[in-house]
């Protein structure tokens, strides 16, 4: 099993752009999907991103497609989330997730890993 560590959370402006990493302990990261969910105060957990096992798929939530990029190198066991065009509606705490099953991966509860959080923080 893998653990997680997410990095480089902040405070942007809107319309700045911020990358936050996950670097996974462990020789089994290519057997994981890797996602990002985000959780703003008083909100549930949401799906943002998804990559598969061998990078070849991607998957967005609808309210980031087309701004974010996700990305991941398993030669160092990193994955990434390239946020570009943020807003402030982008604010929240973003965690990464692993998970060995690819299918309903909008589902946290499909994730068997998480990483302890990054906070991001969007100012208008």
């Known amino acids: 099993q893998v653990q997680l560590v997410e990095s480089g959370g902040g405070l942007v402006q809107a319309g700045g752009s911020l990358r936050v990493s996950c670097a996974a302990s462990?020789?089994?990261?290519?057997?994981?999907?890797m996602g990002w969910f985000r959780q703003a105060p008083g909100k549930e957990r949401e799906f943002v991103a998804v990559?598969?096992?061998?990078?070849?798929?991607?998957f967005y939530a609808d309210s980031v497609k087309g701004r974010f990029t996700i990305s991941r190198d398993n030669a160092k066991n990193v994955v990434y989330l390239q946020m570009d065009s943020l807003k402030p509606e982008d604010t929240a705490v973003y965690f990464c997730?692993?998970?060995?099953?690819?299918?309903?991966?909008?589902?946290?509860?499909?994730?068997?890993?998480w990483g302890q959080g990054t906070q991001v923080t969007v100012s208008s």
């Open positions: 997730a692993a998970t060995p099953l690819f299918d309903n991966y909008k589902d946290p509860r499909r994730y068997s890993t």
């Open positions: 462990g020789r089994t990261f290519n057997n994981y999907g």
């Open positions: 990559v598969s096992r061998s990078g070849s798929y991607k």
